[in-house]
């Protein structure tokens, strides 16, 4: 075989070789949800005290639950005791359907007497079958004559939350591979090389989520639903942003040299070094949120150091190979020069020049930018927002808190868990109790876990 010939044979084993990992491992990126978790202790300090009533809870029941409150609201005056007693009715039979504990509140009328309050609790471990356990709570509390019931509580809210973030990862995809496109389009002029980078960067998310999956799967990492669409963005910006880096400098050379292998050789060597730093520069920074108190943070740091170890491997193997096979190909039909003159762009040439004349002027001018913009820091509320106002439509749940706030006490639809020492259970509960009868009537309770060995706390 001609030595020509055997030049190729490397290009194209690299590019079947990405062919076939993205091939085996493209399905990865829609099943991290298998192993992910969206524990709410997740996005809380590890030194909270609410955090740490989390973990204790675990000890006082077999399984975590969320709890559906269930709120009905007379249409004419006041709730009727039939009212009350077949609200109580449909609490006991939502208490059997699927994903439900069996536990039940009873219905506790509102002190205006013109709503209900009942509370169901659901397994916490149901995931996506939150929605349709949520569904069947709200089919089965309906028939109560008289009254229009909503579904309130964090076992709602989860479930309008996995209908607004259904797809969303598809979506974050999507809608980052098209503004990658269209910048590709308009920078390069060129059809072939944003779909060599666009497959490139889909390359590279596929590796990165296998790997993740296959860490994740054994407990080395944590993946929840935050997560993986930060990782989408970072491994699809990242391979973008480093091709970019070897695709211009390839441009640059192919008219300084006859040999596309030649070219590729110079625009390699003078790009994998900046490549490699700015992959290491962003993977140390994204390790640095294993010093976070969250343990969401915390997860994040890792999983994106892979999915950007995986961009960096991949602009500095599968688009090389492909822009050699591909050579000026790949730049139709603005394909550069064959002249021996690199190419000159007016705008950046003026640009370069006026850096190059007044240095000390364009710092100055950038410094001050930066600095006005990070006047507004100060102005910055990191304080989070409630729950109810993730949502920019109108949800059910958000509909039902409104109604809940108007007929009961506030913290009615997310009730406090207070852990003590057996020991003096009977006396904070009795200042419990007293609390909210002066916080201007108690909320109904939330369904009983077993009581703990006298030796726990």
Same mark, same amino acid.
């Given at each position: 075989?001609?030595?020509?010939?055997?030049?190729?044979?490397?290009?194209?084993?690299?590019?079947?070789?990405?062919?076939?990992?993205?091939?085996?491992?493209?399905?990865?990126?829609?099943?991290?949800?298998?192993?992910?978790?969206?524990?709410?202790?997740?996005?809380?300090?590890?030194?909270?005290?609410?955090?740490?009533?989390?973990?204790?809870?675990?000890?006082?029941?077999?399984?975590?639950?969320?709890?559906?409150?269930?709120?009905?609201?007379?249409?004419?005056?006041?709730?009727?005791?039939?009212?009350?007693?077949?609200?109580?009715?449909?609490?006991?039979?939502?208490?059997?359907?699927?994903?439900?504990?069996?536990?039940?509140?009873?219905?506790?009328?509102?002190?205006?007497?013109?709503?209900?309050?009942?509370?169901?609790?659901?397994?916490?471990?149901?995931?996506?079958?939150?929605?349709?356990?949520?569904?069947?709570?709200?089919?089965?509390?309906?028939?109560?004559?008289?009254?229009?019931?909503?579904?309130?509580?964090?076992?709602?809210?989860?479930?309008?939350?996995?209908?607004?973030?259904?797809?969303?990862? &598809? /979506?974050?995809?999507?809608?980052? %591979?098209? @503004?990658? !496109?269209?910048?590709? $389009?308009?920078?390069? *002029?060129? #059809?072939?090389?944003?779909?060599?980078?666009?497959?490139?960067?889909?390359?590279?998310?596929?590796?990165?989520?296998?790997?993740?999956?296959?860490?994740?799967?054994?407990?080395?990492?944590?993946?929840?639903?935050?997560?993986?669409?930060?990782?989408?963005?970072?491994?699809?910006?990242?391979?973008?942003?480093?091709?970019?880096?070897?695709?211009?400098?390839?441009?640059?050379?192919?008219?300084?040299?006859?040999?596309?292998?030649?070219?590729?050789?110079?625009?390699?060597?003078?790009?994998?070094?900046?490549?490699?730093?700015? &992959? /290491?520069?962003?993977?140390?920074? %994204?390790? @640095?949120? !294993?010093?976070?108190? $969250?343990?969401?943070? *915390?997860? #994040?740091?890792?999983?994106?150091?892979?999915?950007?170890?995986?961009?960096?491997?991949?602009?500095?193997?599968?688009?090389?190979?492909?822009?050699?096979?591909?050579?000026?190909?790949?730049?139709?039909?603005?394909?550069?020069?064959?002249?021996?003159?690199?190419?000159?762009?007016?705008?950046?040439?003026?640009?370069?020049?006026?850096?190059?004349?007044?240095?000390?002027?364009?710092?100055?001018?950038?410094?001050?930018?930066?600095?006005?913009?990070?006047?507004?820091?100060?102005?910055?509320?990191?304080?989070?927002?409630?729950?109810?106002?993730?949502?920019?439509?109108?949800?059910?749940?958000?509909?039902?808190?409104?109604?809940?706030?108007?007929?009961?006490?506030?913290?009615?639809?997310?009730?406090?868990?207070?852990?003590?020492?057996?020991?003096?259970?009977?006396?904070?509960?009795?200042?419990?109790?007293?609390?909210?009868?002066?916080?201007?009537?108690?909320?109904?309770?939330?369904?009983?876990?077993?009581?703990?060995?006298?030796?726990?706390?």
């Amino acid at each position: 075989m001609p030595p020509r010939r055997i030049r190729f044979l490397i290009p194209l084993a690299l590019v079947l070789a990405w062919l076939a990992l993205g091939g085996a491992f493209g399905s990865f990126a829609g099943r991290l949800t298998e192993v992910s978790t969206n524990d709410r202790a997740a996005f809380l300090p590890q030194s909270a005290e609410s955090t740490r009533v989390a973990a204790l809870e675990k000890g006082f029941q077999a399984q975590g639950s969320l709890p559906v409150i269930v709120v009905w609201e007379a249409r004419d005056g006041s709730v009727t005791a039939e009212q009350r007693t077949a609200a109580d009715r449909a609490l006991r039979a939502a208490a059997t359907v699927p994903g439900a504990t069996g536990q039940v509140s009873p219905a506790l009328p509102s002190k205006d007497g013109r709503a209900l309050q009942g509370v169901v609790a659901l397994r916490s471990d149901l995931g996506r079958q939150t929605v349709d356990s949520v569904d069947a709570v709200r089919e089965r509390v309906a028939p109560v004559p008289g009254t229009t019931v909503a579904l309130a509580g964090p076992a709602a809210i989860a479930a309008d939350l996995g209908g607004a973030f259904a797809g969303i990862d &598809g /979506l974050l995809l999507g809608v980052a %591979l098209g @503004v990658v !496109l269209v910048i590709l $389009l308009a920078v390069y *002029r060129s #059809l072939l090389l944003p779909l060599l980078v666009i497959v490139g960067a889909v390359f590279a998310l596929g590796v990165a989520c296998a790997l993740v999956y296959v860490l994740a799967q054994h407990g080395v990492v944590r993946v929840d639903g935050q997560i993986q669409g930060l990782l989408s963005i970072l491994v699809i910006g990242a391979a973008t942003d480093y091709a970019l880096l070897l695709s211009a400098r390839f441009r640059e050379e192919l008219p300084l040299h006859a040999d596309r292998f030649a070219a590729m050789r110079t625009a390699w060597r003078r790009s994998a070094e900046p490549i490699v730093a700015s &992959g /290491l520069t962003v993977a140390l920074g %994204l390790l @640095v949120l !294993l010093l976070s108190d $969250l343990t969401n943070n *915390r997860a #994040l740091g890792p999983v994106g150091a892979i999915g950007i170890a995986c961009a960096v491997v991949s602009a500095l193997t599968f688009l090389p190979a492909a822009l050699v096979l591909c050579g000026r190909a790949a730049y139709w039909p603005a394909r550069p020069p064959a002249d021996g003159c690199p190419p000159v762009h007016g705008v950046w040439r003026r640009v370069a020049a006026l850096v190059g004349r007044r240095p000390r002027a364009v710092w100055a001018s950038a410094l001050a930018a930066l600095l006005a913009c990070a006047a507004f820091a100060p102005a910055l509320d990191a304080r989070g927002v409630a729950q109810t106002d993730l949502f920019v439509k109108e949800q059910p749940s958000v509909v039902a808190q409104r109604v809940l706030s108007a007929h009961f006490p506030g913290g009615s639809g997310n009730p406090a868990v207070i852990v003590v020492k057996a020991d003096r259970a009977d006396a904070v509960a009795g200042a419990a109790r007293a609390g909210a009868r002066g916080g201007g009537g108690a909320a109904p309770p939330p369904p009983a876990p077993p009581r703990p060995p006298a030796d726990r706390p």
